[in-house]
């Protein structure tokens, strides 16, 4: 089972029912660290990824960066979507979020605060650096929760630092993040034909990783151009026919 919604995830979510998700995986949007781009001191900072337009169709994009977002649909806060999140997951489940340092705190506090607990924090090493003026950023963080009981990963072998190299050039998405890396988490949280959900979807890797490995998956994305994106790259393999149900 794949199902598909293009369509805002608050609304989305409201119709699925309450414990019946079996894993989240997600990369949500949130403020960047603007410190890659040259836009201070006289041009001296170091220009990279934040001073680059990934769709020069999009002119709005620069500037969007340069206020520190990255996307036209930037504004959901945490605190808007987690609760939806808690309500939906089963008892004893995993939760993945990306964030970086400068929102790390938020998202503990804000999943602390409805009642998720901290298993860990995994690091993703990458093969290529964000240039910043604080370090170069090599790495990103998953933060790893649990609703209720515990309970131990399916490879308990899995190393905290998942060394997985990053896509570099010809991106479909400016944040795409590796199949391979997503496969890693929801191996390690979920069993065959558990349901996952991704309600951030972008350009599709966590329904590709999930067609891979015989999970179920649900996928929200607002943005009409990676939600068909995704929709192509999800559905066009293996005989799966997506829903494309507008929220």
């Given amino acids: 089972m794949i199902k598909l919604y ?42 990279g990824i934040l001073n680059k337009r990934y769709d020069n169709k999009r002119a709005d994009w620069v500037e969007e960066v340069r206020n520190g977002t990255m996307f036209k649909h930037n504004k959901i806060n945490f605190k808007d979507w987690l609760p939806d999140i808690f309500r939906i997951l089963k ?65 308990m072998g899995t190393k905290q630092c998942l060394e997985i190299n990053n896509k570099i050039g010809n991106k479909i998405h400016p944040t795409e993040k590796p199949v391979e890396l997503m496969e890693i988490l929801i191996n390690n949280s979920s ?33 009409e151009n ?3 994106i995704a929709k192509e790259r999800i559905g066009g393999a293996n005989g799966y026919n997506p829903i494309n149900k507008q929220a």
């Fill in 191 to 223: 069993n065959e034909d558990e349901i996952v959900l991704d309600l951030f979807m972008g350009s599709g890797s966590t329904g590709v990783a999930c067609k891979n490995i015989n999970r179920n998956f649900i996928g929200i994305e607002l943005d």
């Fill in 6 to 47: 293009n369509g805002d995830c608050l609304d989305v979510m409201e119709g699925i029912e309450d414990k019946s998700i079996d894993l989240v995986v997600t990369d949500p949007p949130y403020k960047i660290i603007a410190g890659g781009c040259r836009i201070a001191n006289n041009g001296k900072e170091p220009s």
């Fill in 91 to 155: 008892d004893g489940t995993h939760f993945y979020v990306m964030v970086n340092d400068r929102n790390m705190q938020e998202m503990l506090n804000e999943a602390t605060k409805i009642g998720f607990k901290v298993v860990n924090i995994l690091i993703w090493k990458k093969n290529n650096c964000t240039p910043n003026k604080y370090y170069m950023k090599n790495t990103e963080f998953i933060l790893l929760f649990r609703k209720g009981k515990a309970r131990s990963i399916n490879n």
């Fill in 226 to 228: 990676y939600f068909n």
